[in-house]
Structures are given as structure tokens and as C-alpha cells.
T-cell receptor
């Protein structure tokens, strides 16, 4: 596609429910990143894929968070047993190669946990 | 731990009033310093990458510079459409491919 597409754009869920956030990167982009952005803050790194391989998951806050990119294209970030502190904007970005300078970010998925 | 600090948090300028935004960093082995622009409700948009002290990059009314401890984003004769949040980020030798972002400077240009 022309840009990085994320869905859903908005998700409201109750505490304890599982949520899945989807990212469709720019066609042909090798690298895919997940970030989380709180209001008034800069993006915070969560995890990174090169093709289908998860290269770095050091930013995932705990084991309730997981991500996959099984075919090296679309990625899903899953949060299990959501908590109110998980409420944030979740942003996906992609780049044409590993170590590329330019990350193209999507519009994000805003998660609200009640 | 890598740290990126941006100042000021917010800046209001009259149209045409030039100024600078600051990004100071404490990292182990800088592998690149990045400037992004973020408009409300949108994802960050790439502006510049700087790699070594003394390097400068320009784009329209924006110029980014880099020293060993900080980077400046100079804005010359800004227009209202330059209003946005400007984010600074670093990539380091030991951080793999992750970017560590600052909290941003919210710039408002008043017509």
C-alpha cells in the first residue's frame, strides 16, 4: 500500500480482555517496528522485526505483550489480560531495510482499557 | 542508559520569528540522530538524520546541526504550517535498530 496501515484505529476494551492490533507495512519493506506513545511523550520502542524474524523484543513491558510477523509482511501485536496502564497509542513503522534511516509511521491504534 | 532531552517543551513564535529547538543526548556510541515532525493525530514524519559532530542538514526553513552532546533544529522565518511537535531520536551502537525518542517540542507559529 501507499503507507503503513494500522487497524483498528480505536479500540475500547474492558480490563482483562485480550486485544490484537494489526499493522500492514509499506509493500516491500523489510523491517517493521512497534512503538507505544503516551500523550505528550515521544514514542517508546517495543519490538522490531527483520522479515519474519523478531530481532529485538527488549521493549515489551512484560509477558502479556507479544508480537508476530509470520510471513514477513503483516504484523500483529497482542496484549493479553489488558490492564488500564496499557491504554496508549500503539504505532507501527516500517523501513525499506534493516538500519535504514527513514521509518514511516502509521497513524496508530488508540487503545483504551476501562 | 541512553537519554534524550528536548527543550523547550513548548515554544510559541510569531510568523517570521526565527528560533532553535534543542536536543541533548547521553548515549554510548551514537549511530545516528534523527529529527521527526509530528502533526496532531498523525504518526511522526522523518525530517533528517545526522551522524557525526559538525554535520548539518537543511530542508526549506529547517536546518539541523549536531555536536558531540546535542543537536539543534533551527527554524528560519517560520510559517504557521510549521506548527507541529518536533521529536528528536537517537540510534546507538548497542541498541540494535531501536530509536530512543525525546518527549518533543511543541512549536506553535502565530500568524
Amino acid at each position: 500500500g501507499a503507507g503503513v496501515s494500522q487497524s483498528p484505529r480505536y479500540k475500547v476494551t474492558k480490563r482483562g480482555q485480550d486485544v490484537a492490533l494489526r499493522c500492514d507495512p509499506i509493500s516491500g519493506h523489510v523491517s517493521l517496528y512497534w512503538y507505544r506513545q503516551a500523550l505528550g511523550q515521544g514514542p517508546e520502542f517495543l519490538t522490531y522485526f527483520n522479515y519474519e524474524a523478531q530481532q529485538d523484543k527488549s521493549g515489551l513491558p512484560n509477558d502479556r505483550f507479544s508480537a508476530e510477523r509470520p510471513e514477513g509482511s503483516i504484523s500483529t501485536l497482542t496484549i493479553q489480560r489488558t490492564e488500564q496502564r496499557d491504554s496508549a497509542m500503539y504505532r507501527c513503522a516500517s523501513s525499506s531495510s534493516s538500519g535504514a534511516n527513514v521509518l514511516t509511521f502509521g497513524a496508530g491504534s488508540r487503545l483504551t482499557v476501562l | 542508559e541512553d537519554q534524550v532531552t528536548q527543550s523547550p517543551e513548548a515554544l510559541r513564535l510569531q510568523e517570521g520569528e526565527s528560533s532553535s529547538l534543542n536536543c541533548s543526548y547521553t548515549v554510548s556510541g551514537l549511530r545516528g540522530l534523527f529529527w521527526y515532525r509530528q502533526d496532531p493525530g498523525k504518526g511522526p514524519e522523518f525530517l533528517f538524520t545526522l551522524y557525526s559532530a559538525g554535520e548539518e542538514k537543511e530542508k526549506e526553513r529547517l536546518k539541523a546541526t549536531l555536536t558531540k552532546k546535542e543537536s539543534f533544529l533551527h527554524i528560519t522565518a517560520p510559517k504557521p504550517e510549521d506548527s507541529a511537535t518536533y521529536l528528536c531520536a537517537v540510534r546507538t551502537n548497542f541498541g540494535n535498530e531501536k530509536l530512543t525518542f525525546g518527549t518533543g517540542t511543541r512549536l506553535t507559529i502565530i500568524p
